[in-house]
């Protein structure tokens, strides 16, 4: 349903960490502190999702390209029987 999950997750827990810091239930130094821990595990998370897509690509393409190994191999072959 929701791909990337934990981007979101993320995304939420510094929405509400920005709502507590301006309605004033933390201060500008837990605020920074727990921001500074969110935007690392978002730069993770974003990563990860890059990587998960690069091995997808990588699975399509391989796969394509084995596809099309066959489909030479079996014009050799009708090519040697011609001969």
Known sequence: MLAGYRTYF???AMALTTLAYGLNF???EQWEMIMG???GAGATT???GMY???AQVE???TKEVNAIQAD???VKVEVL???
């Open 37 to 39: 821990f969110l935007v």
């Open 52 to 54: 998960q897509d690069a």
């Open 46 to 48: 974003l990563r990860m």
């Open 26 to 28: 933390i201060s500008k």
């Open 72 to 74: 030479v191999a079996a």
């Open 59 to 61: 699975a399509r393409v």
């Open 10 to 12: 993320v995304a939420g």
């Open 81 to 83: 029987k011609t001969q």
